[in-house]
């Protein structure tokens, strides 16, 4: 009896927060490949937003049937209306998808897939990581300098580390709006 209301409790379960959503997801994308450089990136997204669409989907589909049924409807598994709306949804998302190619291995001809960025350039990540550095290390060399005695050889070296520190966060930042600029 405990092993069926576990199954009953593991599939209802990947119904509600999983299924649903995913077959709309890959039908909306049908780009996005789990494998290749971008494999892991992609899959987190897809488990995200299958997540979050199947909940919306979820209280959607209650939403609707509580509305259109006179009286309610129960959402257990001796009335499985829920359960039904919800699964074709997934089967109209998963013929869409597989229409679109979304379940093959190499995206259909015509579907643009998503590209790779170029090795070892993640965009405006490791600019944003140093400026955060740089920003982290200016704080750190102004509350030293103020526990630091005045007109002593360790002042200087920290005003004159504090001002390369603030002039490379200059230079990047300049670098960070011609990027944007482009």
């Known amino acids: 009896m405990w092993v069926t209301n576990a199954v009953e409790a593991v599939l209802g379960f990947v119904l509600?927060?999983?299924?649903?959503g995913y077959a709309v997801t890959r039908a909306l994308?049908?780009?996005?490949?789990?494998?290749?450089?971008?494999?892991?990136?992609?899959?987190?997204?897809?488990?995200?937003?299958?997540f979050v669409l199947s909940i919306v989907l979820t209280v959607l589909a209650g939403?609707?049937?509580?509305?259109?049924?006179?009286?309610?409807?129960?959402?257990?598994?001796?009335?499985?209306?829920?359960?039904?709306a919800l699964a074709a949804i997934a089967l109209v998302a998963?013929?869409?998808?597989?229409?679109?190619?979304?379940?093959?291995?190499?995206?259909?001809?015509?579907?643009?897939?998503?590209?790779?960025?170029?090795?070892?350039?993640e965009g405006a990540w490791p600019l944003a990581r140093e400026l955060d550095r740089l920003?982290?290390?200016?704080?750190?060399l102004r509350r030293a300098l103020k526990s630091t005695p005045r007109a002593s050889p360790e002042e200087k070296d920290l005003r004159r580390r504090l001002q390369e520190v603030m002039a490379q966060e200059e230079t990047l930042g300049r670098e960070r709006e011609r990027e944007y600029a482009q």
Request: hydrophobic share 45%; proline share 12%.
């Open 29 to 50: 994308f049908p780009e996005w490949r789990l494998i290749g450089p971008l494999a892991l990136r992609r899959a987190v997204e897809v488990v995200t937003l299958s």
């Open 135 to 140: 920003a982290a290390e200016e704080r750190r």
């Open 16 to 20: 509600l927060f999983f299924l649903p």
């Open 63 to 84: 939403y609707l049937l509580l509305s259109v049924a006179p009286g309610g409807f129960q959402a257990d598994w001796s009335q499985p209306v829920l359960e039904a």
């Open 94 to 121: 998963f013929l869409v998808g597989w229409g679109e190619g979304a379940y093959r291995r190499t995206p259909r001809a015509g579907v643009i897939p998503s590209p790779a960025p170029p090795e070892g350039e």
